[in-house]
Structure formats: C-alpha cells, structure tokens
C-alpha cells in the first residue's frame, strides 16, 4: 500500500534551530500545555506526524490551536513496508523539524516500520539532528529500548501476572528507536483505563528474568503526559487537582537480590521481595507541569511533586504501599560509567578501517535508505574497505546502550 499525505502550512521546505526533547502522552485527548512544549522545540519549523491509519485529524490542531507558529505539519499515513521505503517519506522525515507518532497498533509500527528507510530516519533524527519526538498510545508504547508489541493482541494485567511466558506476552528489545534517556527503558499507556500497574509490572519481570539486568518503567495515564528535556527532566502535565492524573516511574529496589523469586512460565509471577520489589514515584500531572523526575540518575534527590510507592507481586496478586520510603542506591562504579558511556570512533571521514575507544557488543551499518549494509559482534575495529563511497549511519551497541553516528566513507 503506498504512503498519504496530508500537508497544512507553506510547502518549502525550512531549516530551523531545534532541541531535542520527547513527549509521551498516555493516550487519550492530548494534554495542550504538553503539546505546546513539544512544538516550542522545533524552532518553528515543519512537524510530520506518522501512523498507519487515519487521516489528518492533527494538521489543524498543531498548525494553527495551540498558538505556537510552525512553518508546516504534514501527516503521513504509512500502512506497509513499501511505503516506509519510499523517498518522499525518508526525505520529508529528515526534513521535519519535530515528529509525532500518533496512535494506533503498536504491532503494526514495528512490523511496517522496522528495518526500514522510516527507522532509520527517526533515530538520525533522534541522535543526529536531535528534534523533538514524541506519541500518544501506541505512539508512546515503541519509544523505549524494550516494548510491549501486542502482536498476539493486547494482554490485561491479571492474565499477564498469571503467566509471565503467555502467548501474549510479546516484548521487543533494542531493535526500534534508540533514545539515550530512555535506555533501559519501557513505557505503558492507557494506565487507568484499564489498570495496566501489573503487565507492565509483568514485562519488566520478564526483561529482568530473560537478560539477568533490571528495566525500568514509565506509565501515563490516558490524559497525562511526561515531557522529557535533554537534560534528562521529566515534566508531567495533565488535569490535577480537577481530573486525577498521574504518571509512574517504576525501578526494581536496588537492595540486592531484586530479581523476581518466580518468574516462569505457566506459573503466577512472584515478585515480592519483602513488600518492596519496585519502588516507584508516582507524580500528579498538572497544567504547569510542576512535579518532576530525573532519568539521569532514577533517584529521589531531583524527583518534585510526587511521592514514593513500593510495589510488590505474591502469586499474580499486585499490592502497592502508599507513602512509601525513597530508593536510596549508591552508584558503583561500573554503574557510573555505564550511564556515562559514550562511544568514540576514528578516523572520520574514513577510507578503511575504523577503530573505536570501546569494544562494542554489537556495529550495525546501515545506507542512508535504511537497508541494512554490514554488522560486527565484539569488536572495536572494523573495515570497511569493501563500502562504496558515501554517507552510512552506523547503531553502537553495548551493554543494552544504543547509540547512532553518521559517517562518511571516502
């Protein structure tokens, strides 16, 4: 099925100054404050927002309701792998000055846009050009390093506590969009309609169990929205004190062992750890976006507004006590470096081998088309002799970190 436009605003193409942000937003009406900070970060520039259904049900909405100029938003509608590949869209998308994903079926994004010239342009966009990002629902649920795919269909929370290794507990990891601040990471939405605490409880037992390194969790409910700054601060907004609004930020209790007691298949998760498995800040969204979080460090000495929960799991039954305790954790070293992990490479623009400061897990090359061109396991050397001359875009990848880099092939 081929790409649809639908374009509102002044068809040339602008280059403005922009700042990278991301804005997550639980789902249902989009919160208007959250949504004027997403656009103040594109400098005015062109928004693209991309699904795989619908129509054009934002254009007017970020053109013109909010009072933030932008020179244009432009819907596209991708509904198929060819349409993802196809060259208007790649262009348009490194074009945009902000992108917004709206919702949908998060399995349909990942099946159609996955390894394809539309992956490629939102995480050039992402860790490149550094533009504000964001989505609603289904738009949210792929932005984190892990994700829920649903692509056996959605799961409730009691079936998912019940059998960690169900049918329908299908989770994607480090393949998709690769935001710094959200390694480590996966998000729910629609979190109070229904209650979704324990499968996403569930997911984040089954990440620990399966890679033996603990996740983290951010939520929204339906009409909140975390606003996340290049600095690493979560802003949440929504409708508090009138609507009870909230967003999470869930970490297994650093007190070792925190690893689940049970998380097997066929049987109920367990994942109890005196009362205190998850710790959890629970913030109120309002319309200043006044209680905070800080995902540099997931700990209590930047977190405003909200207070502490801990969360634990007995035989598939989820409990949570109020006016808990903060975390309290001391940085080990590894950790300390692994949150301060950058990756290095050299020469640039290169001829034949490129070297870099670390051995990487994992080196994807990709052409500018997003077709996948070369990868490497354990190195931190490689050559590249063989590529023809031209710019590539190359994922780094160690430890479950990701990071993109362009470079030119003499």
């Known amino acids: 099925m081929p790409y649809i436009s639908y374009f509102t605003g002044d068809t040339s193409n602008v280059v403005k100054p922009t700042q990278y942000r991301l804005c997550l937003m639980g789902g249902a009406t989009e919160d208007d404050n959250a949504m004027k900070w997403f656009l103040n970060g594109s400098g005015g520039g062109d ?31 991708i509904p198929s792998i060819s349409a993802a590949n ?46 504000p990002f964001g989505g609603t629902s289904a738009g949210m649920a792929v932005q984190g390093q892990a994700y829920y795919m649903a692509s056996a269909g959605s799961i409730t929370s009691p079936v998912a506590l019940s059998n960690p290794y169900g049918n329908l507990v299908t989770i994607g990891n480090n393949d998709f969009l690769h935001h710094t601040i959200l390694n480590k990471v996966i998000t729910d939405t629609h979190y109070d309609n229904p209650d ?32 996340i700054d290049s600095s690493g601060i979560a802003k949440v907004y929504g409708g508090f004190p009138t609507y009870d609004d909230n967003a999470y930020f869930i970490q297994p209790n650093c007190v070792l062992p925190s690893n689940p007691e049970n998380c097997q298949a066929s049987q109920s998760l367990t994942w109890n750890r005196s009362g205190k498995a998850l710790k ?10 006044a209680g905070s979080f800080d995902l540099k460090n997931w700990q209590n000495s930047n977190a405003t507004g909200g207070s502490w929960q801990d969360w634990f799991v007995i035989n598939g039954i989820l409990s949570v006590t109020n006016s808990a305790t903060p975390i309290s954790c001391i940085t080990t070293n590894l950790e300390k470096i692994n949150m301060e992990l ?8 290169v001829e034949n081998t490129m070297s870099y400061n670390i051995v990487l897990d994992e080196i994807i090359i990709k052409d500018v088309t997003g077709k996948l061109i070369l990868t490497y396991d354990n190195t931190n050397k490689i050559n590249i002799e063989g590529l023809s001359p031209g710019i590539y875009f190359m994922e780094l990848r160690r430890d479950n970190f990701t990071e993109v880099k362009k470079f030119v092939k003499l």
Do not use: H, M
């Not at 959890?280 to 976006?289: E, M, N, P, R």
């Not at 950058?342 to 623009?349: I, L, M, N, V």
């Open 86 to 131: 196809d060259a208007y869209v790649r262009r348009r998308l490194r074009e945009a000055e902000a992108v917004f994903i709206a919702g949908g079926n998060q399995n349909d994004y990942i099946s159609y846009w996955k390894n394809t010239a539309v992956d490629s342009a939102l995480n050039y966009l992402i860790n490149v050009k550094k533009i």
């Open 196 to 227: 979704r605490r324990g499968r996403q409880v569930t997911f984040l037992a089954r990440l620990f169990q399966d890679s033996a390194k603990a996740f983290y969790g951010i939520a929204c409910d339906e009409y909140t929205a975390v606003c």
């Open 47 to 77: 928004i693209v927002v991309i699904r795989v259904t619908g129509s054009n049900s934002y254009n007017n909405y970020l053109f013109s309701s909010l009072g933030i100029i932008v020179n244009s938003v432009e819907t596209i509608v």
């Open 342 to 349: 950058k990756f290095d490479f050299y020469p640039s623009p």
């Open 280 to 289: 959890v800040y629970a913030i109120k969204g309002t319309s200043l976006g």
